[in-house]
């Protein structure tokens, strides 16, 4: 799960239980039980023990485990094969493995335009 280069920078471990709101600047891995909402900045990534019940909120999130809540990815989702959700998924892109289980949504939006992104207009003579 680790083996492409990401970086942990908040880790909730097996058999570890946390129970409010998680918000973290960087990346987080839960592979225990969360009871509430998790935020993070760069990444979210529940493992295959990993249990969350509430909304999960990054730019990029793995699922590995099972949700009992909504997804919402500025950039992209991840479902593995043993991902469980039961809750509705928006992001622009998806990638989800056989065996993965969806009970919800799922909204595929295009990522909203930066701000500084430049806009080409084509006027007609």
């Not at 471990?13 to 973290?24: D, H, P, R, S």
């Not at 990346?27 to 900045?41: L, M, P």
């Not at 997804?71 to 094969?81: D, H, K, P, Q, V």
């Amino acid at each position: 799960m680790f083996g492409n280069g990401a970086k942990v920078d908040t880790l909730v471990g097996q058999g570890a239980e946390f129970k409010g709101n998680i918000t973290v600047e960087g990346s987080i891995v839960i592979d225990g039980r969360v009871e509430g909402n998790v935020a993070a900045s760069e990444r979210v990534t529940l493992g295959t023990h990993g249990n969350v019940r509430g909304n999960l909120s990054a730019p990029e999130v793995v699922v590995g485990g099972k949700v009992q809540g909504n997804i919402s990815c500025a950039e992209r989702a991840e479902l593995m094969a043993s991902a469980q959700v039961l809750g509705d998924i928006r992001a622009p892109r998806m990638i989800m493995a056989d065996g993965a289980q969806v009970s919800g949504k799922v909204g595929m939006e295009p990522a909203a335009p930066a701000e500084n992104a430049i806009e080409l207009r084509i006027a007609k003579k």
